[in-house]
C-alpha cells in the first residue's frame, strides 16, 4: 500500500480518536464545544471575500467547514509524518510524539496566525484539553499506520 494512503487512513483513524476523547471530555465536564474552528472560518471567508449565504444557512456551513477543516489537519499531519518516517521507523514514543506535535501544531498555529487564539495566554486547563485529545490522536495515528506499514 503506499505511504501517502497509509497516511491518509492513520490520519482518519487519529481524527476519530480525537474526535470521540474531545466529545466525552465534553460529556464528562458539561462543557460545549469550541467555537474556534468556526470563527476560523469566518476569518477565512472574510479574507477571501466570500459569501456563506443567509444567517442561518451561513452559521451552520461556519460549523460543517469548520469540523471539516478539523479532518483536513488530521490527514495532513500523518501525510507529514508517513512522508517523514517512510524509510527509517522511529521508535513508538518519537512516533507518537511527533504526530501529536504534528496535529496540534496543524490546528493551533493557523489559529494562532488568525487572531482567533493565543496559546501563550491559555490557563493549564486549556492546555489540557487540547494535548489530551491530540495526544489521543498521536497514539492512535501511530499504530494505525505501523499496523498497515507491517
Known amino acids: ?10 490520519g482518519a483513524a487519529g481524527t476519530s480518536a480525537l ?9 464528562i465536564r458539561g462543557r460545549g464545544s469550541s467555537s ?3 470563527q476560523a472560518v469566518e476569518k477565512l471567508t472574510d479574507l477571501a471575500d466570500v459569501d ?4 442561518e444557512r451561513a452559521e451552520n456551513r461556519k460549523q460543517a467547514l469548520g469540523s471539516l477543516m478539523g479532518y483536513g489537519t488530521g490527514a495532513g499531519a500523518a501525510l507529514c509524518y508517513a512522508l517523514l518516517s517512510a524509510r ?7 512516533g507518537v510524539l ?7 501544531l496543524g490546528s493551533n498555529a493557523p489559529l494562532t496566525a488568525l487572531g482567533v487564539t493565543d496559546p501563550r495566554e491559555w490557563p493549564a486547563s486549556s ?17 494505525a499506520y505501523e499496523m498497515l506499514r507491517a
Not at 511527533?98 to 496540534?104: D, E, I, S, V
Open 127 to 143: 492546555w489540557v484539553s487540547d494535548a489530551v485529545p491530540h495526544l489521543a490522536y498521536g497514539i492512535t495515528a501511530y499504530a
Open 52 to 55: 456563506l449565504g443567509e444567517a
Open 98 to 104: 511527533a504526530l501529536t506535535a504534528l496535529a496540534m
Open 1 to 10: 500500500m503506499d505511504t501517502l494512503v497509509k497516511g491518509l487512513i492513520a
Open 36 to 38: 474556534t474552528p468556526q
Open 19 to 27: 474526535n470521540l476523547v474531545t466529545y466525552l471530555d465534553m460529556v
Open 88 to 94: 527509517r521507523r522511529p521508535p513508538w514514543p518519537a
